[in-house]
């Protein structure tokens, strides 16, 4: 937040913010004190080492203090802050600080270390220390080019560093297994990413002395995934089960091996982590006072299982699941062998065993001889036999012994932790004993035995439901836990869980993305003899591993202290584990392998930090000032020799009174806590924000584990359909909770931060807290509704008076009378209370800004919107429980058939005060509205009208209607009469409002930032609305889905009937009336039948296409009546008149081999009549026919046969019933001007025009924009209907395009440019008619429509489309001249082109061209072309298959020859002959054995012609071709030339020839028919005909 923009009460407080205290770690009472020589700096986050500290300033400026050996002398010690200044100019985002070195992150991602450097912690090889921060290039070695890694986050430990990146993957160096690398070789000074966690989402990360701990998002549910059954790793099954004869065991405790260090006796693979030995065998890290040297006689390693090595699960005869190897020597034959031992072993035996041998000296050999003579096997040295003991039993995973495991378990912990220490623990040095020391470490393996006997006995499969509760499922990672189970229970348990299926929060992606995620997991590696890894063991990792008992605890921030470790969670809480010698951990059990809850007495922790053997707990006082806790070394002030512990964490009283600390700092020597002072109480409402947040949070949980959770378990609970309420509430509790959670956690860390107020989540993100409590709202009103806590009370009532306390205080009702029901009532109700101190609080903010500022307004803005919120939802849960009251008091079997969750009550007529007119004396009418409907209800009997489809109205007085309502539904019409003129008013009033809130279909929503009750206006008369007949005869239970007016369909809609027929289109007053689309199934065909055109009063009226035998033309009342055209499937084709579905009259019949009847018709093909007959070779008969084609005509008339009487050699080539043809047809059908006019005249109606042309075109462009938003608005809600690119379209249509000044090309370009992109979405008037005129014309033209005949029409009709869409485009663009008027070209003329008729270079073409001629053709083609070309090619394809088929087979039969035969065939001049080619690059002579080598490339560019739609493309690809041609004979003579025609045909020719393109002649055709007209003459008519030309030629080429 820049300095100028905060408003000057703000600035006064800024210099109170981010105070730095600081105080010596080891006592309980001190006095902090206040960092000098920062002079006002804002110091936004600091980290401490052993000696030394780093602040990090507002600006992104980093200070160090402390002692700082890698720069002054190492017992200098620096008091006040010094600053960094190899880092000024770089904005530093975040630092952290090792034990002796440090780290710091900049605003770009780029990391800089500095500090010791021993271990290659600082990234910089051979360099024991770095004394000025250093650039540490982290590469990801996996991409191409490589990328540098942006990072955002740094943790260091005493010689690891872990950087986290950008796309939340970890990266480390430095040395030690703590780095989490499959690496051996230490240090490791170029940054590597931890592998193992590649690709999941990891949140944060912590370093202690020698552990590293992350947090990490889990994976989504994958639904319908199977479980695995066997482990990834080590193929050991996940979950066993022992039958034994009166119970079954079942365990889930599988834990893999892996990451487990390895025995390895080479010494230079420092497997488990030892602390960087010298040669000589000194330790030489400074901190490392309990890391004596290690005995390099004897390494006591621990086995395991790594992934890389061979013998890790597969022993030396390499069977798959034959024991463990250690070292490659085989323990056991195989799993039957172990299992067997193992049995064999009895419970005391072992136990005592194990027991004599660990509690003596290691150095004893009787013993070890001792231990090695009770396993089998041929045990390599005594290290072997005990590795052998302790992987038999580490991987016991697959030997699953209920008994032998209870004892081996714990007996085996203590060898780990004897072995595990023995090599490094002060005292266990080769035989000197002190007493100290060895006894501290036999209490703690006692402790650890008791520990692990009582996880033991605390957990089992019954705890699965109280999965919230401390106790409970806590799976120790190693060894697994069994418990004994009946059968019986464990179906019950399986039943409670099916339930609970609606508990799992569905969490809303949404929310992930924009707040901190719950959904975690945490995973360590590194050293763990302290038990620091919280895996239940004290092995060390080498790879992360997930910490199991933390699963589900949603934990939101990890510490890490020298050896132990803290998560704090979501609800407030911290779980802690590994040494406690001081008694760190904040609770007595010392030490701990699995994670414990810590016990500290403020009323929620919200941040921790961990020390070198303390920890800080920084926690919600009631006050909601924090209140800052520590526990572990305390030294008193007489006697500074001896330390004790604190029992549990103790307050610092000191630390209250010098402001509100916002985050806490601990390490070695000193603590640090930064400090707000609270001006004008911003500060204080902040916290209080957050920590009421934090307890709601806690409430809601505690909610929904001990109350939801249970009755969602329970049996009865009603039908399906209360369950399924239930689940829905519960479901949308739990989506609250967690959202709540998220929110509490935010404020965390937002608390840790600036504290800018704009970036609170109740503001920047209101929409989620607006929605999620409006959702929560809806479900929990509807379950009210239909009784569902009056249903919950019965079955629950055993579980409810057992807890009452409890539900009471989670109520806080405290009235001993409270019913039941009214206990749930208040509990499920009581979020939304919340929403009133999210507006009270943010008021309080508010204020702390000045009134003009834009934070004032924004706080202020989002406070009325919590609050209008919680107005509106406290009146939704009024209508509830009016409504419910309502069902109480309802005759019953009417409530089963109309109570409904949704459905709310506004009034109803039992008073009297609403009657039917004209109704009988007796009968009884009783009146109810609902949000949803009117219900008509008699003795027995009720109707119910949907309000979005029903009309009210006052009648007037005069008429003898006293207080009269006129209502109006799609079937019936009634009046009610109201007893007085209020109770009118108030019925009119609020059925209008019911009807308007119905179609707005938003009773839920509120405008938020809106005032509470919007006025609302009349609903309207003309809507969109759905509804089922279930009267009218001709729509009976037809669905119609579309618009209406006054209680009748009228404009677009849908109709479908049950039968399967359905009419898609325009109605009008009740029937269809214009364009519509009509589908019947024929269920003889198997098919549907299709009319595609105009309707009258219901009736097909006007011209239409129907697609069963296909006709295209005229009809009246659902009959052919008219010109019209009809084409069978088999060839025939009738155009002429129609009369009552009949051919009457006048009209033309063609059959497939083109004989032609001109004449008659009485009825379908039966000619009666005057007429001619024309036969395929010309002949005709005149005269009177009578008959049916076909089956025999009679005929009176006259042969001619016109051949005769000429000359042969006059005889015309082509046949002439062809051109016959072409002339006559079409004149006997509907004119295509005629054509679906109705779709024009929408179009214009949609841009606000009585007729084509005729109106104002501004309010055409705002129609036009108001369609586009409306449109928008309405598929915001279905986003899969539009995708991006769709939605840049749209926006871009809403700016409407300008044009002032004269009319240029670039404006003609532009206007183009919009047409194509209208044209795209349906959405726009002109898109919806193209998209219409697409459909038909693909109807007409398709399938049966695919005949030669209708080419002809087919072109007529694009010709007529154009010529409309053109005059639309001209009412919409009047600039635009209009057609065939020019537009000059500008002056800056473009570059001279080589004409092709002449060889000097030339600016101007030939023939005169003053511009640009503006055409339909030039304008909409490109548009239009593109979508028509498959049905129109196709035509074109049928009329022309004679004709291609003589063209195609010359062009085969010709291409057999080699170029320089078929050039010589063809008469091209030798001087054109190319004299060399270029064949794959390279130039070669041409040969006489050369083929389809020359003009190479004028005959690719030809070829080229296939793939575009648009004559206009289609002649710049033949202008093209004859460039490349001159370009290739320029290249060969060398010199200008001049074409003749003579000259260039054979060259053409022989270019069109080796193209072979199949389709010529249809291309030509085409270009014909929809060439624009005005370049007939011009250089590329003059380049067309020459293409046609050569096609006519081609086909008459005689071979000689």
């Known amino acids: 937040m820049d300095s100028q923009e905060r408003s000057s009460e703000e600035a006064e407080g800024a210099k109170e913010r981010g105070l730095v205290y600081v105080w010596k770690a080891g006592s309980c009472s001190v006095t902090p004190e206040r960092l000098p020589g920062l002079s006002g700096k804002t110091v936004l986050q600091a980290a401490l080492g052993i000696h030394h500290g780093l602040l990090l300033t507002e600006g992104g400026e980093v200070y160090s203090f402390g002692k700082l050996p890698w720069r002054s002398r190492p017992e200098e010690c620096v008091n006040s802050p010094v600053l960094e200044n190899t880092l000024l100019g770089h904005r530093i985002i975040t630092v952290a600080a090792g034990s002796f070195h440090n780290g710091a992150v900049t605003e770009s991602g780029v990391v800089y270390m500095w500090g010791d450097n021993s271990a290659g912690q600082c990234a910089v090889t051979n360099q024991p220390c770095v004394p000025e921060p250093q650039l540490v290039s982290i590469c990801d070695s996996e991409t191409s080019p490589l990328l540098s890694v942006r990072i955002l986050q740094l943790a260091c430990g005493e010689e690891h560093t872990l950087a986290l990146s950008l796309s939340r993957e970890i990266w480390a160096w430095g040395s030690g297994c703590q780095l989490g690398l499959i690496t051996t070789t230490f240090p490791v000074t170029k940054p590597q990413k931890v592998e193992h966690l590649a690709g999941r989402v990891v949140l944060q990360i912590a370093c202690g002395a020698y552990h590293s701990l992350a947090l990490v998002q889990c994976l989504p549910v994958q639904e319908m995934k199977p479980i695995p059954e066997r482990c990834n790793h080590c193929s050991q099954p996940l979950i066993t089960m022992t039958d034994k004869e009166d119970h079954v065991i079942i365990s889930d405790s599988h834990c893999c091996p892996l990451g487990v260090a390895l025995s390895d006796n080479q010494p230079e693979n420092h497997v488990f982590c030892p602390s960087s030995d010298t040669p000589g065998g000194k330790s030489v890290t400074a901190g490392q006072s309990e890391d004596f040297q290690k005995p390099l006689v004897e390494q006591h390693r621990l086995v395991g299982l790594e992934s890389e090595r061979p013998s890790g699960l597969s022993s030396s005869n390499g069977r798959e699941d034959s024991g463990i190897s250690s070292l490659g020597n085989t323990l056991f034959s195989d799993k039957k062998e172990v299992k067997e031992y193992l049995i064999g072993l009895s419970d005391s035996s072992l136990k005592e065993s194990l027991n004599k041998n660990i509690c003596t000296e290691p150095e004893q050999p009787s013993q070890e001889e001792q231990l090695s003579a009770c396993i089998p096997g041929p045990p390599g040295s005594s290290t072997s036999t005990l590795n052998s003991l302790v992987a038999s039993c580490a991987s016991a995973v697959g030997v699953r012994v209920a008994a032998t495991y209870e004892a081996g378990a714990l007996s085996l912990k203590k060898v780990m932790n004897f072995y595990g220490t023995s090599s490094s623990e002060p005292g266990s040095q080769s035989g000197s004993r002190s007493p100290g020391p060895e006894a501290l470490k036999d209490s703690r393996e006692e402790q650890v035995r008791l520990e692990s006997m009582q996880g033991k006995k605390s957990s089992s499969l019954v705890d699965i439901r109280e999965e919230e509760s401390e106790g409970g499922s806590r799976r120790l990672s190693l060894p697994g836990l069994l418990s004994q189970v009946s059968p019986r229970l464990l179906r019950k348990v399986g039943r409670a869980k099916m339930r609970t299926v609606a508990l799992t929060p569905t969490y809303s992606g949404e929310a992930d993305a924009l707040l901190p995620s719950l959904r975690t997991e945490v995973w360590t590696w590194g050293k763990g003899k302290e038990g620091q890894l919280g895996h239940g063991d004290v092995l060390p990792r080498l790879q992360p591993l997930c910490v199991k008992s933390l699963d589900g605890k949603e934990v939101i921030h990890l510490s890490a202290g020298g050896h132990h470790s803290l998560a704090l969670t979501a609800k407030s809480q911290v779980y802690s584990w590994g040494s406690n010698i001081s008694g760190q951990l904040g609770h007595l059990n010392s030490p701990t392998t699995v994670p414990r809850l810590a016990k500290v007495c403020g009323d929620g922790i919200w941040t921790t930090a961990a020390g070198l053997d303390y920890s800080l707990f920084l926690a919600d006082e009631k006050d909601f000032q924090p209140g800052l806790y520590y526990c572990g070394q305390e030294t008193t002030e007489n006697n500074l020799n001896e330390n004790s512990c604190t029992k549990s964490p103790v307050l610092l009283v000191a630390c209250s009174k010098i402001g509100y600390i916002s985050n806490v700092i601990a390490g070695g020597d000193n603590c640090l806590a930064l400090v707000d002072k609270n001006v004008m109480g911003y500060i204080a409402s902040l916290h209080e924000l957050a920590a009421t947040e934090r307890r709601f949070y806690f409430k809601l949980s505690e909610i929904k584990s001990q109350v939801l959770r249970p009755l969602l378990g329970l049996d009865n609970l009603g039908n399906a359909n209360t369950i399924q309420l239930l689940q829905e509430m519960a479901s949308r509790f739990s989506k609250l909770c967690y959202l709540i959670g998220q929110h509490g956690a935010s404020l965390s860390s937002f608390l840790h931060g600036v504290k800018e107020a704009r970036s609170l989540a109740i503001l920047k993100h209101s929409s989620l807290f607006l929605d999620s409590y409006t959702e929560y709202c809806t479900s929990v009103t509807n379950f009210l509704v239909m009784g569902g806590f009056m249903l919950l009370a019965k079955p629950a009532i055993d579980f409810l008076s057992k807890n009452q306390e409890l539900l009471q205080k989670l109520s806080e009702k405290n009235d001993e009378n409270l019913q039941l029901v009214e206990v749930l009532n208040a509990l499920f109700f009581m979020p939304f209370g919340r929403l009133h101190n999210y507006a009270r609080t943010l008021l309080k903010l508010a204020t702390c800004f000045e009134v003009a500022s834009p934070e004032y307004q924004k706080l202020q803005d989002s406070s009325s919107c919590y609050e209008n919120l919680a107005v509106h939802l406290s009146r939704k849960m009024k209508e509830a429980e009016y409504t419910l009251g309502f069902w109480k008091t309802f005759p019953g079997k009417m409530t089963d058939s109309l109570r409904k969750p949704e459905r709310r009550l506004i009034c109803e007529s039992s008073n009297r005060g609403l009657s039917l007119q004209h109704a009988g004396r007796f009968s009884v009418n009783w009146f109810i509205l609902f949000n ?355 939605t840049q379209t749209l926006e871009s249509l809403e700016f409407i395009p300008q044009h002032i000044g004269a009319f240029t090309l670039e404006k003609y370009e532009n206007i183009k440019k919009y047409l194509i992109k209208a044209c795209d979405t349906p959405l726009h008037p002109l898109g919806k008619l193209v998209e219409t005129l697409v459909a038909v014309y693909r109807m007409t033209y398709v399938g049966v429509g695919a005949n030669r005949r209708l080419l002809q029409e087919a072109v007529r009709e694009i010709k007529s489309y154009l010529k409309r869409i053109f005059q639309l485009v001209r009412f919409l663009f009047p600039d635009l001249p209009e057609e065939g008027s020019t537009i000059p070209f500008l002056t800056t003329e473009p570059k001279g082109r080589r004409s092709f008729c002449s060889g000097k270079s030339d600016s101007r073409s030939e023939s005169p061209e003053p511009g640009y001629v503006v055409t339909s053709f030039g304008l909409l083609l490109p548009v239009l072309l593109p979508r028509l070309y498959p049905p129109l090619f196709m035509l074109y394809a049928l009329d022309n298959e004679r004709e291609e088929d003589i063209y195609w087979e010359c062009v085969l039969r010709l291409n057999k020859q080699t170029d320089m035969a078929l050039l010589s065939f063809l008469g091209v001049q030798a001087k054109f002959w190319p004299g060399t080619v270029s064949i794959l690059g390279e130039s070669r002579k041409v040969s006489s054995n050369t083929k389809d080598a020359c003009f190479a490339s004028a005959v690719e560019c030809l070829q080229q012609i296939s793939t575009t739609f648009t004559p206009a493309d289609k002649l710049k690809v033949i202008q093209q071709t004859f460039e490349e041609i001159s370009q290739s004979v320029l290249e060969t003579l060398q010199e200008d030339f001049l074409w003749s025609m003579d000259d260039l045909f054979p060259v053409f020719l022989y270019v069109v020839l080796r193209a072979r393109i199949r389709n010529l002649g249809s291309e030509v055709h085409l270009i014909e028919d929809l060439m624009d007209p005005y370049l007939q003459h011009g250089e590329q008519g003059i380049m067309f005909t020459t293409l046609k030309a050569c096609y006519y030629q081609i086909q008459h080429e005689k071979l000689t």
Not at 947 to 965: C, F, M, R
Not at 1249 to 1262: F, L, N, T, Y
């Open 932 to 1286: 949803d409907a009117l219900v008509h209800a008699q003795f027995s009997t009720h109707h119910i009208f949907p309000l979005s489809t029903l009309w009210v109205e006052a009648l007037s007085e005069e008429a003898g209607n006293v207080n009269g309502l006129k209502i109006t539904t799609p079937e019936e019409q009634f009046v009610l009469v109201s007893s007085t003129p209020q109770e009118k008013t108030k019925w009119l009033r609020a059925i209008s409002q019911a009807v308007d809130q119905a179609l707005r279909g938003t009773s839920d929503m509120i405008l938020y930032g809106a005032g509470g009750n919007v006025p609302r206006q009349e609903p309207p008369i003309s809507r969109s609305a759905k509804y089922t007949f279930y009267k009218d005869p001709r729509f009976k239970d037809a669905v119609y889905d579309g618009r209406w007016l006054s209680g009748k369909p009228h404009g677009r809609g849908i109709l479908k009937w049950a039968d399967g027929r359905m009419y898609s289109g325009t109605f009008r007053t009740g029937l269809e009336d214009g364009y519509g689309e009509y589908r019947v199934p024929n269920k003889a065909l198997n098919k549907e039948d299709h009319y595609v055109g105009y309707w009258k009063e219901g009736k097909m009226c006007g011209h239409g296409v129907y697609r069963g035998e296909k006709y295209m033309g005229m009809w009246q009342d659902d009959l052919c009546q008219g010109n019209g055209v009809v084409v069978t499937q088999f060839g025939l084709y009738y155009e002429g008149a129609f009369s009552t579905n009949k051919m009457m009259g006048t009209g033309i019949l063609l059959s497939e081999d083109d004989t032609v009847y001109e004449g008659e018709f009485s009825d379908n093909w039966t000619l009666s009549g005057k007429g001619t007959l024309t036969l395929p070779n010309g002949d005709y008969i005149e005269g009177l026919f009578s008959g049916e084609w076909g089956s025999g005509i009679k005929i009176t008339g006259t042969y001619f046969k016109p051949s005769l009487y000429e000359n042969e050699k006059d005889k015309p080539k082509a046949l002439p019933t062809g051109h016959f043809i072409r002339r006559k047809l079409g004149i006997l059908a509907v004119s295509p001007d005629e054509k679906w006019k109705a779709v024009f005249e929408e179009c214009w109606n949609q841009l606000g025009c009585e007729s084509p042309g005729q109106g104002d075109r501004w309010k055409a462009w705002d129609n036009i924009a108001v369609a586009l938003t409306t449109n928008r608005r309405q598929h915001k809600d279905s986003p899969e209907l539009l995708s991006r690119s769709h």
